[in-house]
């Protein structure tokens, strides 16, 4: 009875910039730490952007200084900004969250995932 729906992917030049979301329903209690990962063709699914229920974020090497994580707790919606974007970004993107439902059983749900493609 939870979902993630991401939106915002999408084909993008070099140097552009995009934002994602991701949109939590349901029989939610609490959501606690959420993020984004992706995966590009071939490769294994890495860590983008991590948040914690306080605020807290770590990014990977690749992403600092050009991404920004961030939630709006009210909203149940969770943000990557991307910005200054290289075509090595270009990945199917998924978000991940650790909710606990309204029968306080936590459990880790992902999104169905949104294309992000950064080509000239």
């Known amino acids: 009875q939870v979902q993630l729906v991401e939106s915002g992917g999408g084909l993008v030049q070099p140097g552009g910039s995009l934002r994602l979301s991701c949109a939590a329903s349901g029989s939610i209690f609490m959501i606690n730490h959420m993020g984004w990962y992706r995966q590009a063709l071939g490769n294994q699914r890495e860590l983008v952007a991590h948040i914690t229920s306080g605020g807290s974020t770590n990014y990977a090497d690749s992403v600092k200084g050009r991404f920004t994580i961030s939630r709006d707790n009210a909203k149940k919606t969770l943000y990557l900004q991307m910005s200054s974007l290289k075509p090595e970004d270009t990945a199917v993107y998924s978000c991940?969250?650790?909710?606990?439902?309204?029968?306080?059983?936590?459990?880790?749900?992902w999104g169905q995932g949104t294309q992000v493609t950064v080509s000239s």
């Open positions: 991940n969250a650790r909710i606990t439902s309204t029968n306080l059983i936590s459990n880790d749900y």
